[in-house]
Nanobody
């Protein structure tokens, strides 16, 4: 139904920047929030940032001031600009799209994940 294609991951030095992109396609009816999660080996997956169709944003405290999430509704694409990267940002980053319907709650769609590695 919904496909999420990610790009932009890679290897950077501490203090560097990366820009992740996630393009959504398929049946986008009732897709409201899109965002980015990350998971490091041995750790729980955590929400990094998300954004609603109306532009409201949310960030995990550890990335505030460094990361910026944005959304191009015309292209159905979400971006994550990551600046001042730290080694602790190293993880697999997953794009997420959430379908919300009043009669059956929500359902999450996930991208394949893209590796972000920050060297010290």
């Amino acid at each position: 139904q919904v496909q999420l294609v990610e790009s932009g991951g890679g290897l950077v030095q501490a203090g560097g920047s990366l820009r992740l992109s996630c393009a959504a396609s398929g049946s986008l009816f009732s897709i409201n929030t899109m965002g980015w999660y990350r998971q490091a080996p041995g750790k729980q997956r955590e929400l990094v940032a998300d954004i609603t169709s109306s532009g409201n944003t949310n960030y995990v405290d550890s990335v505030k001031g460094r990361f910026t999430i944005s959304r191009d509704n015309a292209k159905n694409t979400v971006y994550l600009q990551m600046n001042s990267l730290k080694p602790e940002d190293t993880a697999v980053y997953y794009c997420n799209a959430r379908r919300v319907r009043s009669w059956d709650g929500y359902y999450d769609y996930w991208g394949q994940g893209t590796q972000v590695t920050v060297s010290s």
